[in-house]
């Protein structure tokens, strides 16, 4: 069974910046697709970035510039660095494992951006 668990959600000034992190197991994390998704209220999940085995990556337009997706194979962690955060980028942050063979998803955590 794979586990996914976020961290590094919280409160946070427009402008300001957050690291968040995703702790995988129970999968050979190297050979997932890691993704985060966002989901604000009233609005649907949507992608946010990804990366793939090989360490490459793609983002939203939304994001581009200013949030950076990066993974620790050995640690079997995924990290969304975050910058220049805007009160449009509140929603909570979902990890994502996905292979041919399943999608797993975290349990969340809230990124809130207010002055």
């Known amino acids: 069974q794979v586990q996914l668990v976020e961290s590094g959600g919280g409160l946070v000034q427009p402008g300001g910046s957050l690291r968040l992190s995703c702790a995988a197991s129970?999968?050979?994390?190297?050979?997932?697709?890691m993704g985060w998704y966002r989901q604000a209220p009233g609005k649907q999940r949507e992608v946010v970035a990804g990366?793939?085995?090989?360490?490459?990556?793609n983002y939203a337009g939304s994001v581009k510039g200013r949030f950076t997706i990066s993974r620790d194979n050995a640690k079997n962690t995924v990290y969304l660095q975050m910058n220049s955060l805007k009160p449009e980028d509140t929603a909570v942050y979902y990890c994502?494992?996905?292979?041919?063979?399943?999608?797993?998803w975290g349990q969340g955590t809230q990124v809130t951006v207010s002055s």
């Open positions: 994502n494992a996905w292979t041919s063979d399943y999608s797993y």
């Open positions: 129970g999968t050979i994390f190297s050979r997932n697709v």
């Open positions: 990366i793939d085995s090989d360490g490459g990556t």
